[in-house]
């Protein structure tokens, strides 16, 4: 009896043990993500003109306030996405526009151009001159009034690597192709810098809610002298 016992107990151990190791080796399971708000596709009130905000994760965080901001003026979209590099631009615009006709377009590249990534820019000045000239030529073949939004400050001690002087240089090249090109700039650069310290988070090129409502607020602006200019 005592050895049928420990026979049934050492059988137990080894089917635990067996279960224990296929449990291990099955994929943990990812934790779902939590939607985000910006993203939500919004249905168009009618009679409103539309309104496509084109940009990173520096738009995703006005978007919300820039809708509320022009609530009952416009229908204000964006790509269920953070936009990036020009290079991402390139291969997204003409999903991100759509077959619908937009009145105002209002968009930034440079960021993520501009960062550095094992020691390498992910895309050089000069690869991004021409693309964002690629892009300016997409966008105005929609008929929109066209908004480039000049790219914000970058502080001190971010990761990944990037400096302010490259967002200076980056912003330069981009005021010539719009110059050339006649497209209106939302100097976003220069609304902010003054006050860094009150809006962005430290170390960091994001802004605190509170400061990316600051910059809804500017760009709500720049959206609706676009607007009044169009009609």
């Known amino acids: 009896m005592q050895h049928a016992t420990t026979r049934l107990a050492t059988s137990l151990i080894a089917l635990l043990l067996i279960a224990g190791i296929a449990s291990a080796q099955q994929p943990a399971k990812r934790a779902k993500r939590r939607p985000i708000p910006a993203f939500a596709q919004i249905k168009d009130v009618p009679n409103l003109p539309r309104v496509l905000l084109l940009g990173d994760s520096i738009s995703i965080g006005y978007t919300l306030p820039v809708r509320a901001a022009l609530e009952g003026k416009a ?6 996405t953070n936009c990036g590099p020009t290079t991402r631009g390139l291969d997204g ?7 619908g006709k937009w009145d105002v377009i209002h968009f930034n590249w440079g960021l993520h151009d501009l960062k ?48 302010d002087a490259d967002v200076v240089a ?12 006649g497209v209106a700039t939302d100097d976003l650069y220069a ?41």
């Open 170 to 181: 980056y912003n330069a090249v981009a005021a010539k192709i719009m110059k050339a090109n």
């Open 191 to 231: 609304f902010a810098l003054p006050q860094l310290k009150e809006i962005q988070r430290e170390a960091n090129v994001h802004f605190s809610p509170e400061g990316s409502a600051v910059l809804a607020g500017q760009v709500a602006k720049s959206i609706l002298e676009a607007l009044n200019e169009k009609n």
């Open 116 to 163: 550095y990534i094992e020691g390498k820019q992910q895309v050089p000045l000069a690869e991004y001159e021409k693309n964002l000239s690629k892009l300016v030529e997409r966008l105005k073949e929609t008929g929109a009034k066209l908004i480039w939004c000049a790219t914000t400050p970058v502080p001190e001690g971010v990761s990944p690597p990037r400096t």
């Open 93 to 99: 615009i003409d999903q991100w526009l759509g077959d």
């Open 75 to 80: 229908n204000v979209h964006r790509p269920a």
